[in-house]
């Protein structure tokens, strides 16, 4: 199974800043990750697949790069709508495997 | 727009069985792989398992194979997850979610998820 580790676990940043999300696997996954947000009470949401292409209606401001094992969500100027918990997830292997998330709240 | 509903939750005993459905509207059912994940309370996303559009591939998570079948009748847009052997530590929302397809070659990321549905094992 791959790992997928997400880090920080938690990230506090002023609205306006930049946030920078890693996630690392524990093997190559080509370009096979997926982003997503998820809000409380609420559905996960894709923002990113294809490790960098942003999914319908997904604004500029969220970008994602890498490829093998390490991969970067970069949100520029957080709005108050990004407060959320960020998930990525491979899709390279069976079985699929999602990371712990990290958690963007205000500064 | 596309929607999913899923429906079935419930309280159940451990050692139980339940079938969570999830009903698929405002797309071609049948070409979209489609998955099942879960989520315990305050914790992360797991993802449960996995059915191509022709229901003749599936894939489980280890903490569920043998215990968990998901199945889909294409005939009425609806996904299943039968749920056998229930244990505490399944207790979560299920969400059903659609698959991305393009050129005939499914991508099991999901571009479209429901609201899920809460099942709760307990004695």
């Known amino acids: 199974e791959i790992v997928m580790t997400q880090s920080p676990a938690t990230l506090s940043v002023s609205p306006g800043e930049r946030a920078t999300l890693s996630c690392r696997a524990s093997q190559s996954v080509s370009s096979n990750l997926a982003w997503y947000q998820q809000k409380p009470g609420q559905a996960p949401r894709l923002l990113i697949y294809?490790?960098?292409t942003r999914a319908t209606g997904i604004p500029a401001r969220f970008s994602g790069s890498g490829s093998g094992t390490e991969f970067t969500l970069t949100i520029t100027s957080l709005q108050s709508e990004d407060f959320a918990v960020y998930y990525c997830q491979q899709y390279n292997n069976w079985p699929l495997t999602f990371g712990g998330g990290t958690k963007v709240e205000i500064k | 727009e596309v929607q999913l509903v899923e429906s079935g939750g419930g309280l159940v005993q451990p050692g139980g069985s339940l079938r969570l459905s999830c009903e698929a509207s405002g797309l071609t059912f049948s070409i979209y792989a489609m998955t099942w994940v879960r989520q315990a309370p305050g914790k992360g996303l797991e993802w449960v398992s996995a059915?191509?559009?022709?229901?003749?591939?599936?894939n489980y998570a280890d903490s569920v194979r043998g215990r968990f079948t998901v199945s889909r009748d294409n005939s009425k847009n609806t996904l299943y997850l039968e749920m056998d052997s229930l244990r505490a530590e399944d207790t979560a929302v299920y969400y059903c979610?659609?698959?991305?397809?393009?050129?005939?070659?499914?991508?099991?990321?999901?571009?479209?998820w429901g609201k899920g549905t809460t099942v709760s094992v307990s004695s």
């Open positions: 979610a659609k698959c991305f397809s393009a050129g005939n070659r499914d991508y099991y990321y999901t571009d479209v």
């Open positions: 059915i191509s559009g022709n229901g003749g591939s599936t």
């Open positions: 294809g490790a960098s």
